[in-house]
């Protein structure tokens, strides 16, 4: 068990829909990082948060969006989607001055 | 950005074999990370190895910074050591990981 937690597992949607994925980070780590890992993409980094601000951005769409809550936990909302959004959508933290991250189990996404 | 090439991409290992796999990176690292996927697509923390060589049972690893390269190395090898090894850097602390491709092994009883 990493001590990242990730929910729901599983989330079967329609095209033109929204869903919000939710990410706790372990306890203590002010960082968390979204990661999309795709069958033709591979595992591409999305969006960075440390402490409720945001950090970093990677290759996320517009239609993407996420935030970092007081209590830390993060969450990432999807909208407008489409088929090619169907991925496993991962969630990874961090602590201050420490690099290793853990990762959470997945959501894994399907759009139909 | 910074490039991550492993290789080779596909392993077929008969069980109790021993193999090797390489990360090759473009840049100087702070972060150097290797991840084991398993068939439910679980992300697994084998090794923060920055540089040297650390063990884990079977498993080991050896990151040689000036040259930019990582070696993870499977011994006697399992049917649970299936899935697609990954190898993962930051190049500073913080920062968000850049991953390779990944190496798919494939261990046959």
């Known amino acids: 068990d990493s001590g990242v937690t990730q929910t729901p597992k599983h989330l079967i949607t329609a095209t033109g829909q929204r869903v919000t994925l939710r990410c706790s980070p372990r306890s203590g780590d002010l960082s968390v990082y979204w990661y999309q890992q795709s069958l033709d993409q591979g595992l591409q980094f999305l969006i960075q948060y440390y402490n409720g601000e945001e950090r970093a951005k990677g290759n996320i769409l517009e239609r993407f969006s996420a935030q970092q809550f007081p209590d830390l936990h993060s969450e990432l909302n999807l909208s407008s989607l489409e088929l090619g959004d169907s991925a496993l959508y991962f969630c990874a933290s961090s602590g201050t001055g420490v690099t290793e991250a853990f990762f959470g189990q997945g959501t894994r996404l399907t759009v139909v | 950005g910074i490039q991550v090439e492993q290789s080779p991409p596909d392993l077929i290992l008969q069980e109790g074999a021993n193999s090797t796999l390489r990360c090759n990176f473009s840049?100087?690292?702070?972060?150097l990370q290797w991840f084991h996927q398993n068939p439910w697509g679980q992300l697994i923390n084998l090794f923060y190895?920055?540089?040297g060589t650390k063990q884990n049972g079977r498993l080991s690893a050896t990151t040689v910074a000036t040259e930019r390269y990582s070696l993870l190395y499977i011994s006697s090898s399992q049917t649970t050591d299936s899935g697609v090894y990954f190898c993962a850097v930051s190049r500073a602390a913080g920062n968000k990981l850049t991953f390779g491709g990944g190496t798919r092994v494939l261990v046959k009883p």
């Open positions: 190895i920055p540089s």
């Open positions: 840049d100087s690292v702070n972060n």
